[in-house]
């Protein structure tokens, strides 16, 4: 199925979740947030949150600097 993940078009395999989503793009441990169709969602949910065909999903890691 394909997905858009920050704004580029992705196949991932019927069944992903948000969580095996999000580690195939970062390995950060913390900082990282996920949003799919405008939504954002708590990390609680991200394993139980399966992708759908043509989701929109913005991940999103804070970078402290200054």
């Known amino acids: 199925m394909i997905v858009t993940v920050n704004g580029e078009s992705r196949e991932i395999p019927a069944g992903t979740t948000v969580e095996q989503l ?4 970062t390995a950060a441990p913390s900082g990282v947030a996920a ?3 405008g939504q ?7 394993a139980s949150t399966p ?4 989701d ?11």
């Open 56 to 66: 929109e999903v913005e991940v999103v890691t804070a970078v402290q600097g200054g």
């Open 35 to 37: 949003a799919v169709n």
């Open 51 to 54: 992708l759908a065909d043509r």
């Open 40 to 46: 954002v969602l708590p990390r609680r949910t991200w």
């Open 22 to 25: 999000v580690a195939q793009l």
